[in-house]
């Protein structure tokens, strides 16, 4: 499994749920995502 660079925006994203205590439902779309 090759890890990619996480868009900056995605890494907010989950340090403000972090921060807050929200659930985040994180969708991550690959490059194989059509398999999963």
Request: hydrophobic fraction near 40%.
């Amino acid at each position: 499994m090759v890890k990619k660079k996480i868009d900056n925006r995605l890494r907010i994203l989950i340090e403000n749920g972090l921060k807050q205590f929200h659930r985040s439902l994180i969708v991550v779309v690959g490059d194989k995502g059509r398999d999963q």
